[in-house]
């Protein structure tokens, strides 16, 4: 069974890409010609095609003789409102369009969704259930639930299969990196409350429920929460990341809400200003200070998956890996 994977020089589908390899099934990973594929170049089994999900053109011949789909492309910041819809929503679209074309051989098109596609917890921190109504308070947020709607439009054509990480660490993430660095600067900054509670996955795991998911028998539109099966709060994160440094920050304090919103205008204006997407924008502190749980349950029995890392040991793992590769 030959698989595409959308984003397969980024970090989840690199880690897709790997572990469908090392299980000895073909791979074409779709790539831009300016992804850096060196890592996907080391990789038995996987076929570089090029092209863009937000360039319609570029991917019938993606999708020619593939029989499964993983959708792990898309953007988590933009220069705009438009270019998330662009590639997150339209992307998803053209892929789908692009699969519609082979539907007597597939079987079956995973979707990477988003945790933020049915909003944050209550106060409470209570676990909010897949089978909830969406609420995104996020403009990437919308983008993602888009791309949800036009692939559950064609469940009756394609089997369709949605996944809905929550935040994804591990090897070869930027993302978590900084709060990395900031450990071993000596400094410790909460966003919010250091008790405020959220479900979290490591990147191999996040993977592995991708190729879980082209195997499952479910009914075609099935939506999944995944993460590693724990609830942490933020200061957890803080202790285990420590841990993983094997150094304590000695400066600790929590930023106020008004201190994260002037300076989220300050990085969206430079950002603006130098034409590059940035990750903390004023829509994004609507995100920031909230409490995210997610309900997996029924995930592992259906997928027939099994979350194996919690974020101790992923830390622990992500903090050598950095060292290793020069990243810390």
């Known amino acids: 069974m030959t698989v595409l994977v959308t984003g397969g020089s980024g970090f989840l589908g690199s880690h897709v890409a790997e572990q469908l390899s090392l299980a000895g099934r073909p791979v074409r990973a779709l790539v831009r010609k300016t992804s850096d594929t060196s890592f996907l170049r080391t990789l038995e089994n ?5 092209g863009a999900v937000e ?3 570029s991917l019938s011949g993606a999708v020619q003789g593939v029989e499964a789909v993983i959708h792990s492309a898309g953007l988590v910041k933009a220069r705009s409102t438009e270019e998330f819809y662009r590639v997150n929503a339209g992307g998803t679209e053209n892929l789908l369009q692009a699969a519609l074309k082979t539907r007597s051989t597939l079987v079956r098109f995973v979707l990477v969704s988003s945790q933020t596609v049915m909003g944050p917890s209550d106060t409470q921190g209570t676990p909010v259930r897949a089978d909830a109504t969406p609420n995104p308070v996020t403009r990437y947020a919308r983008s993602k639930l888009a791309a949800e709607r036009a692939a ?19 090897p070869r993430d930027r993302e978590f990196l900084a709060f990395f660095k900031a450990v071993k600067l000596g400094i410790l900054a909460y966003m919010g409350s250091a008790e405020n509670k959220l479900s979290i996955i490591y990147g191999p795991d996040a993977a592995s429920a991708c190729i879980a998911a082209i195997d499952a028998n479910v009914e075609s539109g099935s939506a999944f929460f995944i993460d590693d099966g724990s609830v942490y709060t933020a200061a957890d994160l803080a202790h285990a ?18 201190l994260i ?12 200003a130098a034409d590059r997407a940035v990750i903390l924008t004023p829509d994004k ?5 909230e409490q995210w749980v997610c309900d997996s349950s029924g995930t592992s029995e259906a997928l027939g998956w099994e979350p194996k890392v919690d974020f101790e040991e992923g830390a622990r793992i992500s903090a050598a890996w950095y060292r ?5």
């Open 261 to 272: 919103r002037t300076i989220a205008a300050a990085t969206e204006a430079y950002g603006k």
């Open 152 to 170: 559950l439009a064609l469940k009756d054509e394609l089997p369709i299969t949605i996944l809905r990480p929550p935040a994804i660490y591990g």
């Open 324 to 328: 290793r590769e020069g990243w810390l």
């Open 285 to 289: 502190c609507n995100e920031l200070f």
């Open 241 to 258: 990341i420590e841990a993983g440094l094997n150094k304590r920050a000695l400066i600790r304090f929590a930023l106020p809400r008004g």
């Open 55 to 57: 360039d319609a053109d």
């Open 46 to 50: 996987v076929e570089l095609v090029y």
